[in-house]
């Protein structure tokens, strides 16, 4: 009987727990089981897309990847304080699968986008190195204003700033600073060039009187003199021919005619000499006194005082020559032209009252020049 | 009977402490969160980005694991509970990398900010030196308005470094030293070119 009552109470007890055995494995095979795999997928995926500088490079899709990251996580946790039987992780599925998605463009994109700055900074940093070259091959003696220097200056430290940080691959601080410095650096390269540009409209007078410089010299078989201001050239002829080629040094603002007496400019036109000053008559060495105002030059200036582009107080200038004192490396005349002492002695030889000078901006075109 | 009910107990009692015996270690969580935050206080995103990144993954990856573990039955958190020390260990290496790193490039920007400034005075002492012949005068104007901009620059720099700023004084007075080792080769070469001993 006792025997009997122990069985009976070992059967109750095994099937009690074979009940509980299957209801807990009823539970957990037909419970939802969370999408812990594309929660990982979707984890990896962004911490990839952090290595490949996404959160830099491709900035709102990583943003994006992260919060439905975040949302995908708060969710499951969210469906976890549900009883296990009536849990539903189709959200955090979803979330998952959208943020390892974004992820994954986000990455590509950085990717990409990293390859393509590099290129780019690489072109621009060339690009305005070179734009950097024309400016100090083109417009070291131009009379450009203290700010347009101090903007190219400013430029050119940009672009050294944008190549430390390319070099170091911090390519977006790169692609900022080298904006900044395109700006600077093509903005007053093009104001330069637009002057130049501008001042080369005369450039057909200066053609056409120089040519008849040179015609002249031929014909009469006399020395000529040509003055080619951009290129800083005394150019001197005989018979048609140029035997002597000097470096010359002007007024500070030589770019354009002559106006008005003190703007320190280097007149334009075709003059002739008409007194030679030995040493004991200048303080320059030797010089070379030219007909400047000539009659053309009168009219001008009488001209744009009617036109009130000059006060009426306003006076013609004088006392232009080429003189001696010169090599200097600077402009620094009143509208002088300055030879060294040595250059002024050999054309103070040659030439004689009457020998004609031409002041021209450019022997050759813009085109040509900019070549 | 009395049996029974106790036999019953013990069996909801076995089930209870077997679904529920691991408690979620938040504590655990929330230091290494905070070590991680004092990390990025300790500009470790700038300093030291990889690691800072590496560490954050494995953050994200033990909480997914507790998370995941939250959504079973039967709760053990041992593991995590061992892995998120770890995140701590690592969250903590990681704020002394980025001290340790900002201290290298803290003394890295100083060394340079005092080495241009005596490239800058030498550049200075040079300049009225430069022939006023062709080659030389006519770039002194240019020469001192690029001479203006490194010193600009350098100012600049020295106040991201007041600052504390290190990295980016760092980039700004590398850039500015090397213009004045530019500038200062090309007077340079102008004065031999001259003749002139400096």
Redesign the interface.
């Known amino acids: 009987m006792r025997i009997k009552k122990v069985w009976k109470?070992v059967i109750?007890?095994t099937v009690?727990?074979v009940l509980?055995f299957l209801a807990?494995v009823l539970?957990?095979r037909f419970t939802p089981?969370?999408p812990?795999e594309k929660?990982?997928y979707a984890?990896i995926a962004?911490?990839e897309a952090?290595?490949n500088k996404a959160d830099t490079y491709s900035k709102n899709l990583y943003r994006e990847a992260k919060a439905f990251?975040d949302s995908a996580?708060i969710n499951?946790?969210e469906?976890?304080r549900h009883f296990?039987y009536f849990?539903n992780y189709e959200k955090v599925a979803g979330f998952a699968e959208l943020s390892a998605r974004k992820a994954e463009q986000a990455a590509k994109i950085s990717k990409n986008n990293v390859t393509d700055l590099h290129i780019y900074l690489k072109q621009k940093i060339d690009n305005l190195n070179n734009i950097a070259d024309q400016i100090?091959k083109r417009f070291?003696?131009y009379p450009l204003s203290?700010e347009v220097?101090?903007r190219?200056?400013?430029g050119?430290?940009l672009l050294?700033?944008s190549?430390?940080?390319y070099r170091?691959g911090?390519y977006a601080?790169a692609k900022i600073k080298i904006a900044d410095s395109e700006l600077l650096l093509t903005e007053s390269y093009e104001k330069a060039t637009n002057h130049l540009k501008e001042y080369f409209n005369s450039y057909p007078d200066w053609k056409k009187w120089a040519d008849r410089t040179i015609r002249e010299s031929r014909q009469n078989q006399s020395y000529s003199i040509i003055i080619d201001k951009y290129s800083r050239k005394c150019l001197v002829y005989l018979g048609g021919i140029k035997k002597y080629e000097y470096?010359v040094e002007l007024g500070k603002n030589w770019v354009g005619d002559k106006r008005v007496k003190g703007d320190k400019a280097t007149p334009e036109g075709m003059y002739k000499i008409v007194k030679k000053f030995g040493s004991n008559k200048t303080k320059y060495h030797k010089a070379l006194l030219i007909d400047y105002p000539n009659e053309t030059d009168k009219e001008e200036f009488k001209e744009e005082i009617a036109r009130g582009t000059l006060p009426r107080t306003a006076k013609i200038g004088n006392l232009i020559e080429i003189h001696g004192d010169g090599?200097?490396?600077?402009d620094w005349t009143e509208g002088c032209i300055a030879l060294t002492d040595s250059e002024i002695d050999i054309v103070f030889k040659i030439v004689k009252e009457g020998t004609p000078v031409t002041i021209i901006g450019s022997m050759v075109n813009l085109d040509q020049l900019l070549d | 009977m009395k049996?029974?009910v106790l036999?019953?107990l013990a069996?909801i009692a076995m089930?209870a402490v077997l679904s529920s015996c691991g408690k979620k270690p938040q504590a655990e969580i929330d230091a290494a969160n905070a070590a991680i935050e004092a990390a990025k206080t300790a500009e470790a995103a700038v300093y030291v980005p990889?690691e800072l990144?590496a560490v954050?993954?494995s953050l994200?990856?033990v909480?997914?694991d507790i998370?995941?573990k939250?959504?079973k039955?039967f709760k053990n958190f041992k593991g995590e509970t061992a892995k998120l020390a770890n995140v701590l260990t690592l969250a903590n290496t990681v704020a002394a990398n980025a001290g340790t790193k900002k201290e290298e490039v803290k003394a890295e920007a100083a060394n340079l900010l005092t080495g241009i400034k005596t490239v800058i005075e030498e550049n200075v002492k040079l300049i009225p030196k430069l022939?006023?012949?062709?080659?030389?005068?006519?770039?002194?104007?240019?020469i001192k308005?690029?001479v203006?901009?490194?010193d600009a620059?350098v100012v600049e720099a020295q106040g991201l470094f007041d600052k504390g700023s290190f990295m980016d004084a760092l980039?700004?007075v590398?850039?500015?030293k090397?213009?004045a080792e530019g500038l200062n080769a090309e007077v340079k070469e102008v004065l031999t070119k001259a003749r002139i001993k400096f």
């Open positions: 109470r109750i007890f009690i727990l509980i807990v539970l957990v089981q969370p812990k929660v990982a984890r962004l911490s952090t290595s990251y996580m499951w946790q469906e976890n296990i849990r100090d070291t003696s203290a220097w101090k190219i200056s400013k050119k430290m050294k700033e190549e430390v940080a170091k911090q601080e470096h090599g200097r490396g600077i | 049996n029974k036999m019953g069996v089930v990889a990144a954050q993954d994200n990856a909480v997914a998370t995941a939250e959504s039955l022939p006023r012949g062709k080659e030389g005068a006519a770039v002194i104007e240019q308005a690029e203006a901009t490194v620059a980039n700004k590398k850039a500015a090397e213009k």
